[in-house]
C-alpha cells in the first residue's frame, strides 16, 4: 500500500509542477519529502509484519507517514492554487475546491484520518504488535474508524513492558495530526508557498478540539462505546482502544493495573478493551476534562487566520503558534516562534512539560533550509537541538526529574535540477518527543528524497 501511496505522491510532483516556473530553489511554491527508509523502526516493523523487511512499508513510521500525508496535501493544494488563482472569483473557487479535496480525505489513505491512525500504528509496531488501518479500505461516511486485527495478548504484553509507551500510544493520533498542520506552516512561512491549508488547520484542531469533549461527556462516550461493542463480536473486528481519550487518561492514573484487569467483553469472549467515563475516578474524569479546554491553545496562532508571514522590522518575518500535545506522562503545552530573514529560517520552542501536579520546562531551537551553493555542491542543512528535563521514567506522578537531550541534522544534497536526496539523523536521550516513537535513548537515521519546484 505504501508504494503505490509514493508513487501516486511523485505523480502529484510531476503534473502539478510541470506548468510552473520557480524563481529559486530556496523558495519553492511546492515541496515534497518522500522519505523511503527509517532506521532503525523499519527492522522492527519488517519482524513485526513478519514478511522480510519490504513488509515494513504496511507498517510506516512516524515520519513516513507523516511525509506522505503533508506531501498529498501540499500537492493537492498546489495543483488547486494553480488551476484556480488567475481567474475571475479565483479564490472562491479554489477555496471550494480546497475544502472539498480535504474533505474526501478524511476517509482516505494519506489523508489526515490515515495520518491520526498511522501514529497509532507506529507505536503499536515498534513493541511488535501488528495491526491494520481501516482507512485502507476508503470507508467512506463512516464515523468509527478502527485499527484492527489485534490479539488481547500482544495488547497484555505491552502494557505489562511498557506502560509509558501504552499510554502515548492512545494519544499518538492527534499528535500525528498536529504536526502535519506544524509541517505545513512552516513550508507557508519559510518558502513562502502561499498554498490554502487554512482549511485544513481549522478542521483538524476543532475536530480534535471536538474530539475530548466528547470523551469526556459520559452519556455521549459511554453510549457510543456500548454501541460499538455490541457490534464488534470477533476480537479481529475490535479497535486497540475504543475512544483514544478515555484510555490515555485511565492507563495514565493506572499504569501498573494489569490489561486483562479490565474483564471479559461484554459479548462473552476476549477482554474488554474498551474504557468508559464510568470506569474513571472523580478526579481522573475531573483531569480529562481541564484537557479539553488547555486544547483550545491549539487555535492560538495568526496562521490559522491566514496570517501566513508578519513582517517585523529590519527584514525580518514572524509568526507564533501554541501547541498543546498528549504525551506519555502528562501534557506539552510549547510556545513555537517562527523566525526568517533572507536565508536563516528559524523555530525558536519553549516547552512547559507538566504532569500530574508538577511542570518540567525545556527549549528547542532548529534551523530550517540553510542552504550551502558552492560550485557543484548544492546542499541545504537543517541542524536541531533540544534541552530540558521531563519527569523521571516518563511518571505521571513523580516530582523528580531526568535530563532530556536531542541532537539532529537533516542534509538535502542536490542530485539533479529540482530533485534533492537527504540524509537524516537524529539522536536523543530518554524522553518524549513529539514525532519520535521512542521514549527510550536512540539514534535514527532516515534517508529519502525531497523534490522543490
Known amino acids: 500500500m505504501i508504494v503505490k501511496q509514493i508513487l501516486f505522491v511523485f505523480l502529484l510532483s510531476f503534473s502539478f509542477a510541470s506548468a510552473q516556473t520557480t524563481d529559486t530553489i530556496y523558495q519553492s511554491k511546492l515541496k515534497l519529502d518522500l522519505q523511503l527508509f527509517d532506521f532503525p523502526y523499519q527492522i522492527t516493523a519488517g519482524n513485526t509484519v513478519g514478511k522480510g523487511f519490504f513488509s515494513s512499508y504496511a507498517n510506516p513510521s512516524m515520519s513516513q507517514s507523516l511525509n506522505l500525508t503533508a506531501s498529498a496535501y501540499s500537492g493537492i493544494h498546489y495543483g488547486l492554487h494553480a488551476a484556480f488563482h488567475k481567474r475571475k472569483k ?58 484492527n486485527r489485534i490479539k488481547d495478548e500482544d495488547l497484555e504484553r505491552f502494557k505489562s513492558t511498557r506502560s509509558a509507551d501504552f499510554v502515548r500510544m492512545s494519544a499518538a493520533g492527534i499528535e500525528g495530526e498536529y504536526l502535519l498542520i506544524d509541517q505545513l506552516q512552516r513550508s ?48 479481529s473486528s475490535r479497535d486497540f482502544t475504543g475512544l483514544d481519550m478515555i484510555s490515555w487518561t485511565y492507563d495514565l492514573f493506572n499504569p501498573n493495573e494489569p490489561y486483562n484487569a479490565r474483564g471479559i467483553h461484554p459479548s462473552g469472549v476476549g477482554i474488554d ?32 487566520l491566514g496570517f501566513r508571514s508578519i513582517d517585523l522590522k529590519n527584514g525580518f518575518s514572524g509568526n507564533i503558534a501554541f501547541r498543546h500535545f498528549l504525551t506519555s506522562f502528562g501534557t506539552d503545552i510549547s510556545l513555537n516562534v517562527f523566525l526568517k530573514k533572507s536565508k536563516y529560517n528559524f523555530v525558536f520552542a519553549y516547552h512547559n512539560y507538566q504532569n500530574y501536579k508538577h511542570v518540567f520546562p525545556a527549549i528547542e531551537v532548529e534551523m530550517i533550509d540553510y542552504p550551502l551553493f558552492y560550485k ?48 537524516e539523523v537524529v539522536a536523543k536521550t530518554k524522553g518524549w518527543v513529539a514525532g519520535n516513537v521512542y521514549l527510550d535513548d536512540n539514534v535514527s537515521i532516515r534517508m529519502g528524497f525531497s523534490a522543490r519546484f
Request: positive net charge; glycine residues 6%; proline residues 3%.
Open 90 to 147: 479565483g479564490y472562491l473557487l479554489e477555496a471550494l475546491s480546497v475544502g472539498l479535496c480535504d474533505f474526501l480525505l478524511i476517509w482516505a489513505p494519506m489523508g489526515g484520518g490515515w495520518l491520526h491512525e498511522e501514529y497509532h500504528r507506529a507505536v503499536l509496531t515498534n513493541f511488535g504488535v501488528n495491526s491494520f488501518n481501516q482507512m485502507n479500505t476508503f470507508p467512506i461516511g463512516k464515523s468509527v474508524i478502527a485499527v
Open 376 to 423: 557543484k555542491l548544492n546542499v541545504f542543512l537543517s541542524p536541531r537541538i533540544m534541552a530540558g528535563v521531563q519527569p523521571k521514567n516518563q511518571d505521571f506522578m513523580t516530582n523528580k526529574v531526568d535530563f532530556f537531550g536531542l541532537l539532529g541534522c537533516k542534509t538535502d544534497f542536490r542530485i539533479y535540477k529540482n530533485y534533492f536526496s537527504y540524509l
Open 188 to 235: 507557508n512561512f519559510f518558502h513562502q508557498q502561499k498554498l490554502l491549508h487554512e482549511i485544513l488547520y481549522a478542521v483538524v484542531t476543532i475536530n480534535s478540539i471536538a474530539y475530548l469533549f466528547l470523551s469526556s461527556n459520559a452519556e455521549k462516550a459511554d453510549k457510543m462505546l456500548d454501541e460499538t461493542n455490541a457490534k464488534e463480536i470477533k476480537i
Open 273 to 304: 478493551r474498551y474504557r468508559k467515563t464510568e470506569h474513571l475516578e472523580k478526579h481522573e474524569l475531573k483531569y480529562l476534562k481541564q484537557q479539553k479546554y488547555w486544547h483550545f491553545l491549539n487555535l492560538l496562532s495568526p496562521m490559522l
